[in-house]
């Protein structure tokens, strides 16, 4: 019987009736669709004449029991139109007994016909990805989600992604479509909790009697509300049915009579401050992710949250998304002009805000930021130190090196081998000799010839490497002017050196360079040699900084660690200490009181709190300028760019300020120096004392 079934060749007809939409046009076409045993069988456009009349045949061959007849706007998916709130109609077992039949008329009222006209639109996103400074982003994948929000829960849906070129520039088309059944629509959806909402309802919450702050879940869930509506049985009743979307308007009616009017929350369409019925939602609401696979990591680049959110954005809309630091950025600036160079970047800091270089202050020479009264004020450099520059447009340079000298005078010497660390430069475009476009790592590498050590120069290397392809199709993004990694760890004393940079002509062939015509390049726009001043600081021993709790006294008595303290009656608070660096770099230290959870104490803010300088056995002297920062040093005497602490004494007139309840507390120092280690900006290194006891107060 089933194979006779599946044998059938069905034939019918199917009449549409918009005769009675008052502005019909009959230019307007409907999507017809058959489905059957969850399949689509067959689809159509149907076309109206001048009355509003149409009709569609279908032929099929085999067909299951019944069949349901789908119509809906022209411009869906047909395996949209199930899920939309359509038209429909089933034709029964007992009909397809016939095999050939035509249906009555189907009728397509005004409220159809107007609805489905703006139901599925097309959107099309057009945008960049730029760096902080406006570089563009190449090789980025750029995806825009559809975000919802409920109560403090979330929601995102992916309508697209694209690929940004050399220029950062991206384009996202996609089609959004509304109208759909609630029961659909939540089925689709994927839901999180949103701790920005977390944050904004929280302190709502707490001042609601009867509504203790429950314990979020990741899902969405009503039973949130169940200790507020406790005391209403009909609204106890809705809360406990399973997640729908019938309830809502009920409960929301329910909700605002319990909860306090903010206009903000109807505002930001937070239910149920306001209604919410995202099936309806023609206009989509967007964020956006960029993801970049650059120097062998995929990074995030781009990360926006809901609240970010690009609220119904017009069919055309045009952005510009602003990369973070992890970002791999085109870097093709153009050289400056003439037969010259400048060695003007030093980690991440240029070259004229280091004292005694071109455009600085002469002193202290070496230092960053000089003379600068403040913690981030006169900063040597210790361990890799990168220094980066570019060659002029005129200067006919193969290969350099750096060489170096204590004076500006010489005498100058080549950088010993275990000094000089090679490192890599990354571009974007086809790979070399051709191949994929994408992020493509090549080395630099210092190498003997001619009895010196060299690396080649970035021109020579495009000049032999894709020669003409460099700021068209290939682009710098890593490292394109970076010149050297300086390993002044173990290979330098501690000082001020001078750098300056030698350039080579090959006078080689092939795969046999050698070096000639040797230049002291001057640096652009002077008649001045080029050179750098950096001062070393690489005493980063177990002594520099050193740190250490050398005594705790309580209303004169000393205080063990980790001893029992009954201090009841208030009294005094003592402290001796040590923060010292016999390089006499230090940034500034820290002393505190921590206890239970979270709780801390800033003892030297304490009211009446005094420092004193004090020599503590064995060796550290008493300090001359008591700080607790640079600044303040530089304030009360200290010479820049030297501040070296020492023993110092804490007093602390009432210990309450300290110890403030019962319980255990350790009392924690920080001594940080102001040395950029390994081109780190985060003051380092640093050092750590702490010192426990309990104190009953």
Not at 141 to 162: K, M, P
Not at 211 to 237: H, Y
């Amino acid at each position: 019987m089933a194979d006779q079934k599946q044998s059938r060749q069905l034939s019918f007809e199917i009449p549409l009736d918009a005769s009675g939409v008052d502005d019909f046009s009959p230019e307007t076409p409907v999507k017809v669709v058959v489905e059957g045993a969850g399949n689509i069988l067959h689809s159509a456009l149907a076309r109206f004449d001048k009355t509003g009349r149409a009709v569609v045949r279908v032929e099929l061959s085999g067909a299951p029991d019944t069949l349901n007849i789908i119509i809906g706007p022209a411009d869906a998916e047909n395996e949209d139109l199930p899920h939309l709130q359509t038209i429909s109609r089933t034709i029964s077992a007992r009909t397809l007994q016939e095999r050939r039949f035509k249906l009555e008329p189907i009728s397509i009222s005004a409220y159809y016909w107007h609805w489905w006209r703006r139901w599925c639109r097309h959107f099309v996103i057009a945008g960049r990805v730029i760096c902080p400074d406006g570089k563009p982003v190449p090789g980025a994948q750029v995806c825009a989600f559809d975000i919802d929000r409920w109560w403090w829960w979330s929601s995102r849906q992916q309508v697209g992604c694209d690929t940004t070129d050399a220029n950062g520039a991206f384009t996202i088309k996609f089609r959004w479509c509304c109208g759909w059944w609630p029961w659909w629509w939540w089925r689709i959806r994927y839901w999180q909790l949103e701790p920005w909402l977390v944050d904004l309802l929280r302190p709502i919450i707490e001042q609601v009697p009867d509504f203790p702050i429950p314990i979020p879940d990741p899902r969405p869930s009503l039973t949130v509300f169940a200790p507020l509506l406790e005391r209403d049985g009909q609204a106890m009743a809705l809360v406990n049915q399973p997640f729908g979307t019938a309830m809502l308007p009920a409960l929301r009616e329910k909700l605002r009579a319990r909860l306090p009017h903010i206009p903000e929350l109807e505002q930001l369409r937070i239910w149920p401050w306001a209604p919410w019925q995202p099936w309806w939602d023609c206009t989509p609401d967007i964020i956006f992710q960029v993801t970049q696979q650059c120097e062998g990591q995929l990074k995030v680049i781009v990360d926006e949250t809901i609240a970010d959110t690009r609220w119904n954005i017009p069919t055309n809309v045009s952005v510009t998304l602003v990369a973070n630091e992890a970002a791999c950025c085109i870097d093709d600036l153009p050289p400056p002009e003439g037969n010259c160079v400048v060695v003007a970047n030093v980690c991440s800091s240029l070259s004229n805000g280091i004292g005694g270089n071109m455009g600085a202050m002469a002193a202290p020479a070496g230092y960053l930021n000089p003379s600068v009264v403040a913690s981030y004020g006169d900063r040597p450099f210790a361990g890799t130190v990168s220094i980066g520059g570019q060659f002029g447009s005129a200067a006919m340079v193969d290969f350099y090196e750096f060489e170096w000298a204590t004076s500006p005078g010489g005498p100058w010497q080549p950088m010993p081998p275990a000094a000089v660390g090679n490192f890599t430069r990354t571009f974007w475009g086809p790979a070399l000799p051709a191949g994929p476009v994408g992020f493509h790592t090549l080395p630099v590498t210092f190498t003997p010839i001619s009895g010196r050590l060299v690396a080649p120069s970035r021109a020579f290397f495009e000049a032999n490497n894709g020669p003409g392809s460099w700021g068209l199709s290939r682009f710098w993004v890593s490292n394109p002017n970076l010149l050297l990694q300086w390993l002044t760890a173990n290979t330098f004393a501690d000082g001020t050196y001078y750098l300056r940079l030698v350039g080579y002509q090959n006078s080689g062939t092939g795969a046999n360079p050698q070096l000639g015509h040797p230049q002291i390049l001057p640096i652009c726009n002077t008649d001045h040699e080029n050179y750098l001043v950096l001062t070393i600081d690489n005493s980063t021993s177990n002594l520099e900084p050193a740190a250490d709790i050398v005594a705790v006294r309580i209303n004169g008595n000393l205080a063990d660690p980790c001893a029992n303290i009954i201090a009841g009656s208030g009294g005094t608070l003592e402290i001796d200490f040590i923060a010292y660096d016999v390089g006499q770099h230090l940034a500034f230290y820290t002393l505190e009181a921590t206890y239970g959870r979270d709780g801390r104490v800033n003892l030297l803010t304490c009211p009446g709190a005094t420092l004193t300088p004090i020599a503590l056995p064995p060796t550290t002297p008493a300090a001359d300028q008591v700080g607790p920062d640079y600044g303040a040093a530089r304030s009360q005497g200290a010479t820049a760019p030297h501040w070296r602490g020492g023993g110092l004494r804490l007093t602390i007139p009432d210990l309450r300020c300290a110890f403030p309840i019962t319980c255990c507390y350790q009392i924690e120092l920080r001594v940080y120096k102001r040395t950029i280690v390994d081109c780190n900006y985060d003051y380092h290194p640093r050092k750590l004392s702490f010192y426990s006891l309990t104190v009953a107060v």
